[in-house]
């Protein structure tokens, strides 16, 4: 979103992401939550012709990357709203997108997954600390 919206002060780093991501994108993945979103605050604020534009890019990016929400991953989110109650709906059913596939790390400016136990987040301001995770891998 930041990457893609007007000024914030998080719009550099998050484009540096995304080409991070264009240059690594089999270490990168993203679920469908996260394409609903971009529809959601773009419809919201009714600018979606800048939406869809940045919705297909990411999508295009993302290709073959995308993973499906499965009926038992809003179940696991439920689930785990017990005992994280400070994480969002929506950051309850990524996190649970993750333990589904076993993936610990997150790219995310949110820093309320600090505190979630197995997962490492990668602050998109700080992406020159850990690309080397992404480009080693390759």
């Known amino acids: 979103m930041y990457a893609g919206g007007g000024e914030h002060r998080l719009?550099?780093?998050c484009i540096n992401?995304?080409?991070?991501?264009?240059?690594?994108?089999?270490?990168?993945?993203?679920n469908a939550e996260?394409?609903?979103?971009?529809?959601?605050?773009y419809v919201a604020i009714r600018r979606w012709a800048q939406g869809r534009e940045m919705f297909a890019?990411?999508?295009?990016?993302?290709?073959?990357?995308?993973?499906?929400?499965?009926?038992?991953?809003?179940?696991?989110?439920?689930?785990?709203a017990d005992?994280?109650?400070?994480?969002?709906?929506?950051?309850?059913l990524h996190l649970a997108v993750m333990r589904r596939l076993r993936i610990s790390q997150i790219v995310s400016t949110d820093g309320?997954?600090?505190?979630?136990?197995?997962?490492?987040?990668?602050?998109p301001m700080l992406v020159d600390d850990w690309a080397h995770l992404v480009t080693d891998a390759r």
Request: aromatic share 6%.
């Open 11 to 13: 719009k550099g780093a």
């Open 17 to 30: 992401v995304l080409e991070l991501t264009r240059q690594s994108p089999s270490q990168f993945m993203t």
């Open 34 to 41: 996260v394409l609903q979103e971009i529809i959601h605050r």
């Open 57 to 80: 890019e990411f999508a295009s990016l993302l290709l073959g990357r995308i993973e499906p929400i499965y009926p038992s991953d809003p179940m696991q989110a439920a689930a785990l």
């Open 83 to 92: 005992e994280l109650r400070n994480l969002s709906a929506r950051d309850l």
């Open 112 to 123: 309320k997954f600090d505190h979630v136990a197995g997962i490492e987040r990668l602050d």
